[in-house]
């Protein structure tokens, strides 16, 4: 299956720690974007990379930084973690410009205590 | 930015019955309706999506309604089975732009 792959699938980090997670698009993708689930909320957008640059940005700080590396792949990083940045996060991948086709990966959970 | 709403947060529904979930929207540029469901602890899954051009769109159990003029669009599902309980999220967007989601409706059927 050439789906999105994201690793790890859970983590645990302290408060003010800081956070790599990855996301392999699917075949074919050359866009990646990342969201953030809160439990009991839809996903909340935080960046696109596309021709490894950061192409949209929702709402989310600083402290949220991204990459995408030749192969399509990307990472999400996020500094100096607080607990409200327990969450769901989620990678989806497509073709630049196109809705249809917008996949999602498993998504990695993320908890800071 | 866009705004999308969606209604009710939770519905309980008898097998073989009918559910209905509704979402609006703001952002009138918007032109790309989907609508995933997600189980628990598992990925979103792109379940049925509408274009603007488009006002109904239908799959078998499942369709979907879009009123541009109102800025509206309903998922329909029509003989509920316990294996459509889940979490349904609406979503919004321009073409290769991000998606705004809803806040989600739980469906449980009750068999």
């Known amino acids: 299956d050439a789906g999105v792959t994201q690793s790890p699938t859970h983590l645990i980090k302290t408060r003010g720690q800081q956070v790599t997670l990855r996301c392999s698009p699917k075949s074919g993708h050359d866009t990646v974007s990342w969201y953030q689930q809160a439990l009991g909320q839809g996903p909340q957008f935080i960046f696109q990379?596309?021709?490894?640059?950061?192409?949209q940005r929702g709402n989310f700080p600083d402290r949220f930084s991204g990459h995408q590396f030749p192969n399509y792949s990307s990472e999400l990083n996020v500094n100096a973690l607080l607990l409200g940045d327990s969450a769901l996060y989620l990678c989806a991948s497509s073709l630049q410009g196109a809705d249809y086709g917008y996949t999602f990966g498993s998504g990695t959970r993320l908890t800071v205590v | 930015g866009e705004n999308v709403e969606q209604h009710p947060s939770t519905l309980s529904v008898q097998e073989g019955d009918s559910a209905v979930i509704k979402c609006t929207y703001s952002?009138?540029?918007?032109?790309?309706f989907p609508w995933y469901k997600q189980e628990l602890g598992k990925r979103p899954q792109l379940i049925i999506d509408?274009?603007?051009?488009?006002g109904e769109k239908k799959d078998q159990r499942i369709a979907v309604t879009l009123n541009k003029t109102a800025k509206h669009f309903s998922l329909h599902i029509t003989e509920t089975q316990p294996e459509d309980s889940a979490v349904y999220f609406c979503a919004a967007s321009r073409a290769g732009n991000q998606f705004y989601f809803g806040t989600g409706t739980s469906l449980t059927v009750i068999p």
């Open positions: 952002d009138s540029a918007s032109n790309y």
């Open positions: 509408i274009r603007s051009n488009v």
């Open positions: 990379y596309y021709e490894e640059e950061e192409r």
